[in-house]
């Protein structure tokens, strides 16, 4: 629009609404060209349109983004679901879905694929408690406009990169899906996309996981990875995950220029390249779930337990994800005695026995609670619908079903995994150095004091699985070049000799938010590895005549105990998200000096300090303030990226002096750490009122 319009619609906005929309018809006759890709009541839309923004219910950047989309609409279906919303003067809807057009961040995309409201237009032929036969009409939302663009963003960076390595070859993506509504129809589309623009695709024939995934990109040497999921959002939201040629997701110095080539991309419609340019789309058969399975057995350390721990009844449920596509035949190969929750054991985007699909809540390992006192099991293992994720409920010893924290299944996880690789003579005092366990700092401490009394490193990283991936490529990175050109070829014992002998063998990695994974052929949190490898946890604890929780309380009696709290507090909408960025300024600026009555002995703020970890390498900026306490009590305090919350992570520890802690007395302990953790959240609560006040 020229200046001069501009300048019109500045000076009539307290004008009267009807000489208004004659300067609207007048821009109209002038500037056809902006409406040229309008047919039919297109005109009585625009001005419908701009009858709200004067009402103030539509925002202006809303509005251009909907004159946007529907100027490269591919079809009329664009128009008729923005018809029926305006008609409808649904304008917080529609607002929700053109406020800004969904930005392609280091993760990829993620957002709603079925609106709040959904439209005729988009509900098509489906019934009404069907999923509805057409994606979200909008810039803000997971469906055909943002797959389009995202792709052939990724694809022109992958071209770009190539063409400076002087390969001369062909970009390669490969694709998987979870089960959630309209993955298929992305991944479809998706591939099309890449080859008309000049990329091969191999596609997976079916859902399969994230982590498989991962191991795919890795496995075939391709140049990017795509997996299309939301992992365990709410059934009305997908996503679109980017893994580059190492199998991690993307950072730098690859996202922020994959990022500004999406993001130029305003249209969805393109001219697919001459046909003898476009790539090939290739579907991938089972010898990729064959390969990664072979890899995954690698992952039991010690299968003499499983044979002498028959009697171990396992429930395990995929919550209708990708699962079970590789768990259960890996149970089966084994040997473990499982049983799978039928009523969860199908793809289902509607996740319909659940309220959510996050194996980190209570209702998502329900149903297989419930199956394992029908069948007096020992274990429940849930995973999430893109299985990156585990949940777990164990029989303790009072014969009941307890879940347990993200921190406590890595505690034994990767106590296990240590105490065994010493065991079998893999570690010892003279390579120990060169072992690591690497978890977020937000994760516990327990596994750092296990870390410490083994002699092996224990490296912390920022939130996310990629940062944790990044340390696994520098560890192959640190290898002889003549072992790095095929080192994914190699079987897993030849690249731990390798990692012992020139670099550092990774033993395991965790995330307090239940992702955990234990081999660098999976380069983010894997929760095929997981499920399988708690299974041989407890089949340990089995074998010796042990609950789940007796064996935590042996760790515990050893090392010290070790209890974790999160807290979040919720301010929602645009004050709330003053209050949260005033409160994180607040910790980082004016840290407390001494909470209940102990002293604050380290302060450390991630914004701006220069951070760096045990192994010299530089923590990447965040808004993140810990506080340490003279009791080695922690608090970190971060704003949440995808909620209105800011969120407080609390670790509180006792430990034994001169002795083991004796069983008897963890109890009177662990009562003296919960109520620790319960008054400094009381605590922080009242603070953070308070510092709002000021």
Same mark, same amino acid.
């Given at each position: 629009?020229?200046?001069?319009? %501009?300048?019109?619609?500045?000076?009539?906005?307290?004008?009267?609404?009807?000489?208004?929309?004659?300067?609207?018809?007048?821009?109209?006759?002038?500037?056809?060209?902006?409406?040229?890709?309008?047919?039919?009541?297109?005109?009585?839309?625009?001005?419908?349109?701009?009858?709200?923004?004067?009402?103030?219910?539509?925002?202006?950047?809303?509005? %251009?983004?909907?004159?946007?989309?529907?100027?490269?609409?591919?079809?009329?279906?664009?128009?008729?679901?923005?018809?029926?919303?305006?008609?409808?003067?649904?304008?917080?809807?529609?607002?929700?879905?053109? @406020?800004?057009?969904?930005?392609?961040?280091?993760?990829?995309?993620?957002?709603?694929?079925?609106? &709040?409201?959904?439209?005729?237009?988009?509900?098509?032929?489906?019934?009404?408690?069907?999923?509805?036969?057409?994606?979200?009409?909008?810039?803000?939302?997971?469906?055909?406009?943002?797959?389009?663009?995202?792709?052939?963003?990724?694809?022109? !960076?992958?071209?770009?990169?190539?063409?400076?390595?002087?390969?001369?070859?062909?970009?390669?993506?490969?694709?998987?899906?979870?089960?959630?509504?309209?993955?298929?129809?992305?991944?479809?589309?998706?591939?099309?996309?890449?080859?008309?623009?000049?990329?091969?695709?191999?596609?997976?024939?079916?859902?399969?996981?994230?982590?498989?995934?991962?191991?795919?990109?890795?496995?075939?040497?391709?140049?990017?990875?795509?997996?299309?999921?939301?992992?365990?959002?709410?059934?009305?939201?997908?996503?679109?995950?980017? @893994?580059?040629?190492?199998?991690?997701?993307?950072?730098?110095?690859?996202?922020?220029?994959?990022?500004?080539?999406?993001?130029?991309?305003?249209?969805?419609?393109?001219?697919?390249?001459? %046909?003898?340019?476009?790539?090939?789309?290739?579907?991938?058969?089972?010898?990729?779930?064959?390969?990664?399975?072979?890899?995954?057995?690698?992952?039991?350390?010690?299968?003499?337990?499983?044979?002498?721990?028959?009697?171990?009844?396992?429930?395990?449920?995929?919550?209708?994800?990708?699962?079970?596509?590789?768990?259960?035949?890996?149970?089966?190969?084994?040997?473990?005695?499982?049983?799978?929750?039928?009523?969860?054991?199908?793809?289902?985007?509607?996740?319909?026995?659940?309220?959510?699909?996050?194996?980190?809540?209570?209702?998502?390992?329900?149903?297989? /609670?419930?199956?394992?006192?029908?069948?007096?099991?020992?274990?429940?293992?849930?995973?999430?619908?893109?299985?990156?994720?585990?949940?777990?409920?164990?029989?303790?010893?009072?014969?009941?079903?307890?879940?347990?924290?993200?921190?406590?299944?890595?505690?034994?996880?990767?106590?296990?995994?240590? &105490?065994?690789?010493? *065991?079998?003579?893999?570690?010892?005092?003279?390579?120990?150095?060169?072992?690591?366990?690497? %978890?977020?700092?937000?994760?516990?401490?327990?596994? +750092?004091?296990?870390?410490?009394?083994?002699?092996?490193?224990?490296?912390?990283?920022?939130?996310?699985?990629?940062?944790?991936?990044?340390?696994?490529?520098?560890?192959?990175?640190?290898?002889?070049?003549?072992?790095?050109?095929?080192?994914?070829?190699?079987?897993?014992? #030849?690249?731990?000799?390798?990692?012992?002998?020139?670099?550092?063998?990774?033993?395991?990695?965790?995330?307090?938010?239940?992702?955990?994974?234990?081999?660098? $052929?999976?380069? *983010?949190?894997?929760?095929?590895?997981?499920?399988?490898?708690?299974?041989?946890?407890?089949? =340990?604890?089995?074998?010796?005549?042990?609950?789940?929780?007796?064996?935590?309380?042996?760790?515990?009696?050893?090392?010290? !105990?070790?209890?974790?709290?999160?807290?979040?507090?919720?301010?929602?909408?645009?004050?709330?998200? +003053?209050?949260?960025?005033?409160?994180?300024?607040?910790?980082?600026?004016?840290?407390? &000096?001494? /909470?209940?009555?102990?002293?604050?002995?380290?302060?450390?703020?991630?914004?701006?300090?220069?951070?760096?970890?045990?192994?010299?390498?530089?923590?990447?900026?965040?808004?993140?303030?810990?506080?340490?306490? #003279?009791?080695?009590?922690?608090?970190?305090?971060?704003?949440?990226?995808?909620?209105?919350?800011? +969120?407080? =992570?609390? $670790?509180?520890?006792?430990?034994?002096?001169?002795?083991?802690?004796?069983?008897?007395?963890?109890?009177?302990?662990?009562? &003296?750490?919960?109520?620790?953790?319960?008054?400094?959240?009381?605590?922080?609560?009242?603070?953070?009122?308070?510092?709002?006040?000021?």
């Amino acid at each position: 629009m020229s200046a001069q319009f %501009k300048q019109i619609d500045t000076d009539l906005e307290e004008a009267d609404k009807i000489t208004r929309l004659f300067y609207i018809r007048l821009q109209s006759a002038i500037m056809p060209e902006e409406l040229a890709p309008m047919s039919g009541g297109v005109e009585k839309l625009h001005l419908l349109i701009e009858r709200a923004i004067a009402d103030g219910q539509l925002l202006d950047l809303a509005a %251009k983004n909907i004159r946007a989309l529907l100027a490269g609409a591919p079809s009329d279906l664009y128009s008729r679901a923005i018809n029926e919303l305006v008609a409808a003067e649904e304008w917080a809807e529609l607002n929700d879905r053109f @406020y800004k057009t969904l930005e392609f961040g280091t993760g990829g995309l993620r957002g709603r694929t079925i609106g &709040k409201i959904v439209t005729a237009a988009e509900r098509g032929n489906a019934a009404p408690n069907e999923r509805p036969e057409f994606p979200c009409v909008g810039t803000n939302a997971m469906n055909f406009y943002n797959i389009s663009r995202a792709t052939r963003g990724l694809v022109a !960076y992958l071209q770009e990169w190539n063409a400076k390595r002087l390969t001369g070859k062909r970009p390669k993506i490969v694709i998987a899906h979870d089960p959630r509504f309209f993955s298929k129809e992305f991944t479809e589309l998706t591939a099309k996309v890449a080859s008309e623009n000049g990329c091969d695709a191999d596609v997976f024939d079916g859902p399969r996981s994230t982590p498989e995934l991962s191991f795919a990109v890795r496995y075939l040497n391709a140049s990017a990875g795509i997996v299309i999921t939301a992992s365990h959002n709410p059934p009305h939201d997908n996503g679109y995950k980017v @893994y580059f040629r190492d199998g991690a997701q993307v950072i730098e110095p690859h996202a922020s220029s994959i990022i500004a080539k999406v993001n130029a991309i305003a249209r969805e419609m393109f001219t697919p390249l001459p %046909k003898d340019r476009q790539g090939t789309v290739t579907t991938l058969a089972d010898d990729i779930d064959e390969a990664y399975m072979q890899r995954l057995e690698t992952l039991i350390l010690d299968p003499g337990v499983i044979r002498a721990a028959k009697s171990l009844r396992i429930i395990y449920t995929p919550i209708h994800g990708t699962g079970g596509v590789i768990i259960k035949p890996m149970l089966k190969r084994l040997g473990f005695n499982f049983q799978v929750v039928e009523e969860q054991d199908s793809f289902d985007g509607a996740f319909p026995t659940v309220k959510s699909p996050n194996p980190e809540n209570p209702d998502a390992l329900q149903m297989g /609670i419930e199956l394992a006192q029908k069948k007096n099991a020992d274990l429940v293992i849930a995973t999430d619908p893109d299985c990156d994720r585990v949940g777990v409920a164990s029989r303790t010893k009072s014969d009941e079903m307890k879940l347990l924290t993200g921190n406590q299944i890595g505690s034994l996880l990767a106590w296990y995994r240590v &105490k065994t690789l010493f *065991d079998r003579a893999v570690l010892d005092k003279e390579n120990a150095s060169r072992g690591v366990i690497i %978890k977020t700092f937000v994760t516990t401490d327990l596994l +750092k004091a296990i870390a410490e009394h083994y002699g092996l490193r224990c490296v912390e990283t920022l939130t996310g699985f990629k940062y944790i991936a990044a340390k696994l490529g520098k560890y192959e990175a640190a290898l002889p070049e003549t072992s790095r050109k095929n080192y994914v070829d190699l079987s897993e014992e #030849e690249t731990r000799e390798l990692r012992l002998a020139h670099s550092s063998f990774y033993i395991f990695g965790g995330e307090e938010s239940y992702g955990y994974s234990a081999g660098d $052929f999976v380069r *983010d949190k894997d929760g095929n590895g997981s499920a399988i490898m708690f299974c041989e946890v407890a089949a =340990y604890a089995k074998s010796r005549g042990l609950t789940i929780d007796q064996l935590l309380d042996e760790i515990f009696a050893g090392f010290g !105990y070790f209890e974790e709290k999160n807290g979040s507090l919720i301010f929602e909408g645009a004050e709330g998200a +003053k209050k949260i960025a005033r409160l994180v300024e607040s910790y980082a600026s004016a840290a407390p &000096k001494e /909470i209940l009555g102990l002293k604050v002995t380290r302060v450390r703020n991630f914004a701006t300090e220069t951070i760096r970890d045990v192994e010299g390498d530089e923590i990447p900026k965040e808004k993140m303030s810990i506080f340490e306490l #003279e009791d080695r009590t922690r608090i970190a305090v971060r704003g949440s990226g995808t909620e209105p919350r800011i +969120k407080y =992570y609390l $670790f509180a520890q006792e430990r034994p002096s001169t002795r083991k802690f004796e069983i008897a007395e963890l109890e009177k302990i662990k009562a &003296k750490v919960s109520g620790r953790l319960e008054r400094l959240w009381d605590w922080l609560q009242e603070d953070a009122q308070g510092r709002l006040a000021r």
